[in-house]
């Protein structure tokens, strides 16, 4: 069983439509969780970490089960510029070091 | 200019050749790191340097070496290229004051073709 699997999708949805991806992990005794997003052919970038209670950041939610061990992330009223690979990133506790194990990606595609 | 930056952006090159991948920041980050990425996989770290004299194999460094030059520079190497060494290259940079909770900064990557 992979670390962190997640839907590929793709997604294709229309603009002002809502979506929601989910992304579940193996190791219960992970601490933090990221969504990194990914352009085509363009390097990953930050776009939100996970937090127990859950967060918000505009347009974007992420939620976090830690029973369940999976996250989520919520995008309301897609734009055409949310097309893009998302992915999930888990850091498990090992070693005290930093280690991100990340997902294959879910990939979105907003349409006029 | 780009925080991370890689280089070369683009290589092809022939099974059995040398190669080595670049990796220069402007962050002042302490760590660095080394990604390979393939179609329908996640990143997979092949190895990663805490400071300068630290080096610190990943899960998947068999064929690579790499040499941490200086705090701003990190390059990896391929000592004789086979084509399932094919894939995109990404150089990360994390903050070792943030613990846990480290955002990784990755350069733009490196596009490797093996034939």
């Known amino acids: 069983r992979k670390e962190v699997e997640q839907d590929p999708g793709p997604f294709n949805v229309p603009e002002g439509a809502t979506v929601a991806f989910n992304c579940t992990y193996s190791?219960?005794?992970?601490?933090?969780f990221f969504w990194y997003r990914q352009d085509c052919r363009k390097e990953p970038k930050l776009l939100m970490s996970?937090?127990?209670s859950g967060n918000e950041d505009g347009r974007f939610t992420a939620q976090l089960n830690r029973a369940s061990q999976y996250i989520s992330l919520l995008i309301r009223d897609s734009k055409l510029s949310d097309s893009a690979t998302y992915l999930c990133?888990?850091?498990?506790?090992?070693?005290?070091?930093?280690?991100?194990?990340f997902g294959a990606g879910t990939r979105l595609a907003v349409h006029p | 200019d780009a925080d991370v930056t890689q280089t070369p952006r683009n290589r092809i090159t022939k099974t059995g050749k040398r190669i080595m991948l670049e990796c220069s920041q402007t962050?002042?980050?302490?760590?660095m790191y080394w990604y390979r990425q393939d179609p329908g996989l996640g990143l997979r770290l092949i190895y990663y340097?805490?400071?300068?004299?630290?080096?610190n194999k990943g899960e998947i460094s068999d064929g690579y070496s790499v040499s941490r030059q200086a705090q701003a520079k990190f390059s990896l190497s391929l000592e004789s290229a086979i084509p399932n060494q094919t894939a995109l290259y990404f150089c990360?940079?994390?903050?070792?004051?943030?613990?846990?909770?480290?955002?990784?900064?990755f350069g733009p990557g490196t596009r490797l073709t093996v034939l």
């Open positions: 990360a940079t994390s903050d070792s004051d943030r613990g846990f909770t480290d955002t990784q900064y």
């Open positions: 190791n219960s005794a992970s601490q933090s």
């Open positions: 996970v937090y127990s």
């Open positions: 990133v888990v850091n498990p506790v090992s070693g005290g070091y930093n280690k991100l194990i």
């Open positions: 962050k002042g980050h302490d760590r």
């Open positions: 340097s805490f400071d300068v004299k630290d080096i």
